[in-house]
């Protein structure tokens, strides 16, 4: 943990604001089960780590020309096909944001949100469509006080508006729960918010970035142990 000499203090934030995707629904996963099988049925042969680095390429890229985050995993699955050398079906554009329902969330985040529930309100700060957010909040089984996300707001972190939009949601204090740290660590810090990185093993799904996180964890549930109360 970084700041061993500063103690998470319940008392210290009224809210927690999590980013969803890489921190409690394993979306790298999720990508892949998606991608791999279907990139194969069109004889595209590529090793994971390539498809996930290709990914944290074509998201923010897309994300820029604006849209629903289901148009934004289109053109990313337009892209693959283009760079790959396939004509994709509609059903194919469409698969990516529609496999998100399956995506599972990581062993450790139902039984750790369970935990900060106790102390904390939970809200979700997501680059998603609501709608979308909906299938996982069902995965996780558990209750957000406020869901932030980027299909209500108009654009995609890590624009500093989600973040105006989500402290114009929650009551604060707030302390900023993460695994990016291109989409959340780096802007939340800018903005002065203190935030904690979940430093969960990735495969590059999330374009890597040099940031300084107020507290670092290996685990949700390493965090949510951490909690002094």
């Known amino acids: 943990m970084s700041n061993a000499d500063r103690v998470i203090k319940a008392a210290d934030y009224k809210s927690l604001t999590f980013d969803c995707y890489g921190t409690l629904i394993d979306w790298e996963t999720g990508i892949l089960g998606y991608l791999q099988p ?37 053109r990313v699955m337009q892209s693959f096909a283009t760079r790959l050398g396939f004509t994709p079906t509609d059903d194919v ?3 990516l944001a529609d496999s998100i329902q399956y995506w599972p969330a990581f062993a450790d985040s139902h039984h750790a949100l369970r935990q900060l529930e106790q ?14 957010f909906a299938h996982s909040q069902q995965t996780l089984g558990v209750a ?18 989600m973040f105006d939009a989500a ?8 302390l900023h729960v993460a695994q990016s740290r291109f989409h959340d660590i780096l802007p939340a ?3 002065g918010w203190d935030t904690v990185w979940i430093n969960r093993p990735s495969r590059g799904a999330a374009r890597p ?11 949700l549930q390493a965090f949510a142990d951490a909690i002094e109360t």
Not at 119 to 132: E, G, K, P, Q, R
Not at 146 to 160: C, L, N, S
Not at 211 to 219: R, Y
């Open 38 to 74: 279907l990139l194969q049925s069109y004889y595209a042969n590529v090793i994971d780590e390539w498809v996930l680095t290709y990914f944290s390429e074509l998201e923010p890229a897309a994300q820029a020309e604006g849209g629903s985050y289901a148009e934004v995993l289109s």
């Open 93 to 95: 554009l469409a698969g």
């Open 119 to 132: 102390h904390f309100d939970l809200a979700i700060v997501s680059n998603v469509d609501t709608d979308l």
């Open 144 to 161: 957000f006080s406020h869901v932030i996300t980027a299909g209500d707001v108009g654009v995609y972190k890590p624009d500093r508006a």
């Open 167 to 174: 402290a114009a949601a929650v009551e604060g204090p707030i």
């Open 189 to 191: 810090t800018e903005l």
């Open 209 to 219: 970035v040099e940031a300084n996180p107020t507290w670092t964890f290996d685990s």
